[in-house]
């Protein structure tokens, strides 16, 4: 999630760290106006300025429908969990994710105890790092970035290039490294036929428009394991945000056709459990 300014970050927490409305109360508007229509099929056939109109439009009408939930009533225990959180994962750059959902990032790998967690969108590694510390010995997180070779010509939901950033730095000498693989594309054209239907957990924190986050979901449902779990990170954002909205219609579609799907509550993620197999029980 990106967030320009200290006041905009302000502006944020203090509406992440608000007491969450209960579901029964109705869905909660992102903005006002009426619903956007539905995105263009293949959004990289429009100009940076139709894409960015594209995106205000679905954040126009966009509403937050998942009931929300403590994340001990999704996963029992985690509250207690006892997570490992290394210093370096300290805030530091303003799209990076903050230390509290990193906190339940790896409270909800503690609780599911995965061997295979598949990750859209490394970014620095913080999430990365989060999950694999938290992970059984033996563990292992697939982690999928674009190669930073093609981030100057890389087509998104927005436009065309991405700034530079250091790619996995987080987790990079750390004695967590040998747990995580870096794979390099685009997650549109992700080849993950080794993954197909193991992984216990996938992460979707990649590109935040509604195109692309609905094409990440699919490939999610297709890597997990039944009795896995699906997150999304950025489900509900801050007004200067509207790009990802793209997310939360993603989800919203997604929990119409599925159900089963919740916001953890003071945090930015929904999460979703596919049916199946019972969770495996920690060591």
Not at 78 to 98: G, Q, T
Not at 107 to 133: C, D, H, K, R, Y
Not at 211 to 221: L, M, N, P, S, V
Not at 277 to 283: D, E, G, T, V
Request: charged fraction near 25%; proline fraction near 5%.
């Amino acid at each position: 999630m990106k967030l320009h300014s200290l006041a905009a970050w302000k502006k944020a927490a203090r509406s992440w760290l608000e007491d969450d409305r209960d579901a029964a109360a109705g869905p909660r508007r992102a903005g006002g106006g009426r619903p956007g229509g539905d995105a263009v099929g293949d959004v990289t056939k429009l100009s940076p300025r139709e894409r960015r109109k594209a995106a205000h439009a679905i954040a126009a009408g966009v509403e937050f429908l998942l009931p929300t939930r403590p994340v001990d009533e999704i996963l029992p225990g985690a509250d207690r969990a006892e997570v490992v959180m290394l210093p370096r994962l300290i805030r530091h750059h303003l799209w990076s994710m903050p230390e509290h959902e990193l906190l339940v990032l790896g409270a909800i790998a503690t609780m599911i105890n995965p061997t295979l967690v598949v990750e859209f969108g490394t970014f620095q590694g913080g999430s990365t790092l989060a999950l694999a510390a938290n992970m059984p010995d033996g563990g292992r997180v697939v982690t999928v970035d674009l190669d930073p070779a093609e981030r100057r010509t890389h087509e998104h939901g927005l436009g065309t290039g991405l700034m530079d950033f250091d790619l996995g730095c987080l987790f990079r000498g750390t004695r967590y490294e040998s747990m995580i693989e870096q794979r390099y594309s685009n997650t549109l054209a992700f080849d993950a036929d080794d993954l197909l239907g193991r992984a216990d957990l996938v992460f979707v924190d990649a590109d935040h428009t509604y195109e692309f986050t609905k094409r990440d979901t699919a490939k999610a449902e297709s890597l997990v394991r039944p009795g896995g779990w699906i997150l999304w990170h950025d489900y509900t954002w801050a007004p200067e945000n509207s790009e990802c909205a793209g997310v939360t219609k993603a989800v919203n579609e997604f929990f119409q056709h599925h159900g089963a799907c919740f916001q953890i509550a003071k945090t930015r993620f929904a999460i979703h459990r596919v049916p199946g197999a019972a969770m495996r029980k920690s060591a």
